[in-house]
């Protein structure tokens, strides 16, 4: 079949087009009075995070304390825990140089109670690889910086002006091999997630 019958063949069956759905619908899908917190907390674990309820960073610091050994290489993101090494004087660094991190702690600002995912920007990251490449990951959000549906969030984030952004949900982990889940293969082995409420 030459070039021109199938380039002709392909325009003849194109589909028509159509409006976009109005997605203010969404918005009356959950009730403002819905506990955001607890919903997210629910997907989040079954998702194998593990998720807290805080009132300040200083409960952060008695977890993470009690959690990880004194002496392990921790990285934060969050100028006020300042017993961490803060990523922003670690910027020149070499990324193969935090292979060796026990824990990165970053903030977002924006959670979705639907799936427990939590975006992060490069600007929260401050360096790309570090919520990729540390054993264990620790995110700090606000529990107002939470909304049901990715929807919602995609809102949010659709004319923000960022440079880099991912959504994490979870531990890494997968069922490609024979079926049998792995948590950790590819990247952190467990995500905490810090709810300031």
């Known amino acids: ?13 194109q589909f028509a087009h159509a409006p976009l759905p109005d997605l203010e619908i969404l918005n009356t899908l959950t009730a403002a009075t ?11 674990s079954a998702g194998g995070s593990f998720v807290y309820e805080v009132k300040d960073l200083e409960t952060i610091k008695a977890i993470l304390q009690k959690e990880f050994k004194h002496g392990v290489k921790i ?8 017993e961490y090494t803060y990523a922003g004087n670690v910027l020149e660094e070499s990324s193969h140089s935090f292979a060796d991190a026990e824990l990165t702690i970053l903030a977002s600002n924006l959670g979705v109670t639907e799936n427990g995912a939590l975006w992060l920007t490069e ?3 401050n360096i ?3 919520p990729f490449i ?4 620790a995110v700090v959000i606000c529990k107002d910086a939470l909304v049901p549906t990715m929807a919602q969030a995609y809102a ?3 004319n923000a002006d960022y440079g880099y952004g991912a959504f994490i949900s979870g531990p890494s982990k997968t069922a490609d091999i024979e079926q049998s889940l792995v948590i950790g293969a590819h990247g952190p082995r467990s995500l905490s997630v810090f709810i300031l409420t």
Not at 34 to 44: E, F, I, K, P
Not at 75 to 81: K, M, N, Q
Not at 134 to 137: R, T, V
């Open 1 to 13: 079949m030459s070039r021109e019958k199938i380039l002709a063949a392909v325009k003849k069956n």
């Open 75 to 82: 990285i934060s993101s969050i100028p006020e825990l300042d």
């Open 123 to 125: 600007s929260q990251m």
């Open 134 to 137: 540390s054993q264990h990951l």
């Open 156 to 158: 949010q984030i659709g």
């Open 128 to 130: 790309r690889v570090l």
């Open 34 to 44: 819905d506990n955001l917190v607890q919903q997210y907390s629910t997907v989040a």
